[in-house]
């Protein structure tokens, strides 16, 4: 656990936080933006340090932050690029991610893309778990159709 108010240990989350908001913020804002929305997520969160201190989930409240940078934007968006994603990717994956809605976009790529628990979605997206794991399940469901995947229980 980091003492935010302390510069030091504030500087030790930044360094921890940094990939993994980074990364997140991919399948919610783009590629193209990812990288400037952590930046000023990051930046609102030194400047608001002792708020930031009595969270809970700081990482998931930065997340909505970046996310919050991102929408003010008007450049068009990059959903994810191939290079975001891992060595052995489905082709189609980038362009069925695109046709998501964006909340189950987002929800699939947290929990999938980014090893997020569904309490730490919750509290990104600002829902609740089964509001998740239905996001979750209807994101999968969808690429799985327009890719042609059938599902592994099947």
């Known amino acids: 656990m980091y003492h935010l108010l302390d510069r ?23 590629s193209a933006r990812a990288e400037d929305c952590t930046a000023e997520a990051i930046a609102w969160g030194y ?5 930031l201190a ?6 998931g409240y930065l997340f909505r932050v970046g996310q919050s940078k991102g929408r003010r934007r008007r450049t068009p ?19 069925a991610l695109g046709k998501l809605p964006e909340s189950q976009r987002v ?4 929990a999938h893309g980014c090893q997020w628990t569904h309490a ?3 509290a ?17 469901n969808r690429l799985r159709r327009d890719l042609g ?3 592994a229980d099947s």
């Not at 400047?47 to 708020?51: D, G, L, S």
């Not at 968006?77 to 191939?82: E, G, N, P, W």
């Not at 990104?124 to 999968?140: I, N, P």
């Open 8 to 30: 030091t240990d504030f500087d030790a989350f930044v360094s921890e936080a940094t990939p993994r908001l980074q990364r997140a913020l991919i399948g919610s804002v783009g």
């Open 47 to 51: 400047e608001h340090r002792a708020e």
């Open 54 to 59: 009595t969270m809970t989930n700081p990482i």
């Open 77 to 95: 968006l990059v959903v994810i690029r191939r290079d975001d994603w891992t060595p052995d990717f489905e082709p189609g994956l980038v362009k």
């Open 107 to 110: 929800a699939v790529w947290l």
């Open 120 to 122: 730490e979605i919750a």
């Open 124 to 140: 990104a997206m600002g829902t609740s778990t089964s509001t998740v794991a239905t996001h979750v399940s209807r994101a999968l």
């Open 149 to 151: 995947v059938a599902d």
